[in-house]
């Protein structure tokens, strides 16, 4: 281990002995001390007690600049106060009642208003939201097998969990990667139905439907593969898989759960000009709550009301969840217009910001860009390549 980690290592434990504490104790009863396995990691994690705005702190009453922001799911911040009274006030009213509400249509009409579909169902997380859209794809066209990139994510599901960080050993051609599961308990048969390609390699995915005829239901990935740090679709391969999805009768899934509210207003479907079947929404959308949503076009929604693709649960009604969704939403649209119509200050911020990264770059010796979107303080910053070419080459994020 390099000196330099192991004095940050020593620092990090003196700093933090509550939450070491927190973690044994925790390690009792949940494996990995955590809800979650990706937030483990050694030593042991922090443990938060509370947050407000851009910062957090911990069980030892540090005080952090919280970056990560939930993984993304915390586009207005912690305990923004037009969120928090909103949700306030509908908590006292009642939580969950598996009864419709108006929110519900509230909601969908923002989302489908700003993506390309037409009729939206909701869910709890973004696992739900693939593993709904992978079955209506399904559905809608008799066809088995779904096609996803060597390398991305797509929650955990047994469709989802295949070739997500394959072994080097086990990778492949790189033209005709090898179906690799994800892990134990993933039936055999849900890895023969998932055929992987590589990101940005029109002539892999071209092949699969070759070595498949009939048989791929849909395309499903991230329009940023961004589960291996990022990688920047290459000029012409979203509209390729558009076209080859259309020529061979497939659909065209976006996984959108960390796009969909962080790049363009209307996602990675306008900033590319590239129109998916079905949007994939999660994390931020939900304003700081659970909240996941799927949508596409009323003749493929359909099959749910014609009872031929099943989507039902308990956990669908989002009172508190939806409203902080509308809130947080209206709020960043507000902000998206001023910064489209040239507000002054949100120019300057995002300027600004954009403006100090260069100097980072240049000190570590790391090619990237940042790149200016709508959303003030939610621009792309691309480290790497300007375009990574598959998982293999993916440029780091540091």
Known sequence: MYDALQKEIATYEKRTPKSAEAHKRALQRIPLGVASNYRHYEPYPIFVKDGKGSRIHDVDGNEYIDHNLCFGALMAGHCHPAVVKAVEQKLHEGTTF??????????????????????????????????????IARAATGRDKILKFEGSYHGLHDTALVSVKPKAEDYGDADAPNSVPGGGGIPKSAVANVVVASFNNLGSVERRFRENPGQIAAIILEPILMNVGLCMPQPGFLQGLRDICTKNGALLIFDEVKTGAKLGWGGASEYFGVKPDMICLAKSIGGGLSLAAFGSSRAV?????????????????????SLASIHSERRRKRRADALSQGDPELSRLDHDRRRSLAPLLVRHGQPGCSRPTLLVGRAMDHFGPAHGSRHRQAPRRV
Do not use: N
């Open 301 to 321: 929604m359909d099959l749910i009301e014609a009872q031929q693709a099943a989507h039902r649960g308990l956990s669908q009604d989002h009172r508190e969840s």
């Open 98 to 135: 598996g009864m419709p509400h108006d929110q519900e249509w509230e909601l969908a009409e923002e989302i489908c208003k700003r993506y390309p579909v037409e009729m939206v169902r909701f869910g709890s997380s973004g696992t739900e939201a693939t593993m709904h859209a992978c079955r």
